[in-house]
């Protein structure tokens, strides 16, 4: 309806008043007649309605609705229905704030939740720039992960997880120096150290913004090893997270049929029979398990980590 039609419309005529005035509005002494339509049996006669702005305080001077009720009484609405109609409306627009809130902040985390993964995979694009094998390494250990992961039956949402940690394990490279991660020969024991500080700086990173916490916690122990020989922490068994298993398992098939700098790749096959050897010492032997049926018949794409121009090969020299 136009403003004009609900003016001109007596059964509406409360409803145009309530916005006009923004305020409840009551039209006593109405004389309409509802024809028998649908599901009512009988056809009977409107003798009083009222109408209530339905106004949210933010909202004064934008959207309005309006709840109007009707009765075929006599003498119309008594003051105790007029107390409760208006406290029910009060509670619906108390209702109807509470959802758009929720709404608004359910469309701000997503916006921010944008930013941060623009954020961080950022930080990714900056690592992979610097190193052709870095560039492809992290989304395939994201493939392999999911593959083991599904293979070993884990829902769907930790899946999810394992996969962007997977995507993000290696951040913490970014204050990696070029010259300990280009270099073709053995590092020396601080270059090591060095490298190793990769991870307890890529946690640092992510477990610092919220919505990163959990991947964090998967990430952190990808250079673990099952019998406690891995690093920075030493864990051993249960005591590094399963979902991290997972990676270390996936991050390392991929590191040995990847072209290095320092070492040739492996064919799948002596991959798979070299994760079997060390089933039980570097690896969980339930993962190991899935590990050597699910990444059988994978397509290793040929990368390398070489210099491929002039400018790589300068950078790779550096130091």
Known sequence: YTLEE???????????????????SINKNLNVILENKYTRKDDYDIK???????????????????????????????????????????????????????????????????????TILAFVDMIE???????????????????????????????????????????????????????PGKLSLLEYNLI?????AGYKMLSKVKMYSELAEIMKY??????????????????????SQILVVADAFDAMTTNRIYKPRLSTDDAISELIKNSGTQFNPDIIDSAKVCLRDITIEQTSQLPKSDLEKQRFSIG
């Open 6 to 24: 609900l003016k001109n419309n007596e059964i509406l005529k409360s409803t145009y008043d309530a916005i006009i005035t923004r305020q409840k």
């Open 129 to 183: 720039q610097r190193d052709a094998y870095t560039a492809g390494h992290t989304i395939r250990v994201a493939q392999y992960a999911r593959k083991i992961a599904e293979h070993l039956n884990i829902d769907e949402e930790m899946i999810s997880k394992i996969e962007k940690a997977a995507i993000l394990h290696d951040i913490g490279k970014i204050a990696t120096p070029d010259t300990i991660l280009l270099k």
């Open 48 to 118: 009083e309605s009222i109408s209530f702005p339905l106004i949210e305080v933010q909202n004064l001077d934008k959207e309005l609705s309006i709840i109007s009720f009707y009765i075929d009484r006599e003498n119309g609405f008594d003051f105790e229905e007029v107390s409760i109609l208006e406290t029910l409306s009060r509670d619906i627009i108390m209702a109807v704030s509470a959802y758009k809130q929720r709404i608004f902040s359910e469309k701000l985390q997503k916006e921010q939740l944008v930013n941060y993964e623009e």
């Open 222 to 243: 990808h250079h673990e090893h099952y019998d406690g020989t891995g690093y920075p922490y030493g864990y051993k068994g249960d005591e590094v997270p399963f979902p």
């Open 196 to 200: 190793k500080n990769h991870v307890d």
